[in-house]
């Protein structure tokens, strides 16, 4: 997929020109006329905080991971995940999920497939440029 983005990316070079003009196309059409440029406008500026993407890039190969592990994993204080996982939250990249085990309160955290699909999109921008 990563070779598939880059290589559409190069693809829709031409088109893209062609996109600009078309603007009734809406988000979408700008969404294609990025993608047809350098890659940083693939980055997504959310996942340049190194913990957000520390959150995310622990997230990609589980289902659901408990907060405190994610805490652990990244290095970080309870306050400074739970401020960065608000803004995942918000962004629509990762859910919450609050239950208890037992008579314990518990937060699980998972990576919505938005957040997956941006995830790689990032990683894909950070690769091309990197490549060169």
């Known amino acids: 997929m990563t070779g598939g983005e880059t290589t559409g990316a190069a693809g829709a070079a031409g088109p893209a020109g062609a996109a ?3 603007g009734a196309a809406g988000p979408a059409g700008a969404a294609e006329a990025k993608r047809a440029g350098h890659p940083r406008h693939d980055l997504a500026p959310l996942l340049n905080a190194p913990v957000r993407l520390s959150v995310v890039a ?19 204080t309870d306050s400074a995940l739970s401020k960065q996982v608000a ?9 919450v999920r609050k239950g208890r085990v037992g008579r314990r309160p518990r937060t699980w955290l998972s990576l919505t497939p938005e957040g997956r699909t941006v995830y790689e999109r990032h990683l894909a921008a950070l690769r091309a440029i990197a490549l060169g």
Do not use: I, M, S, T
């Not at 803004?87 to 859910?95: K, R, S, T």
């Open 20 to 22: 600009g003009p078309a």
């Open 58 to 76: 622990a997230l990609v190969p589980l289902d659901k991971a408990e907060f405190g592990f994610v805490r652990d994993l990244v290095e970080v």
């Open 87 to 95: 803004a995942l939250e918000e962004a629509g990249w990762v859910a």
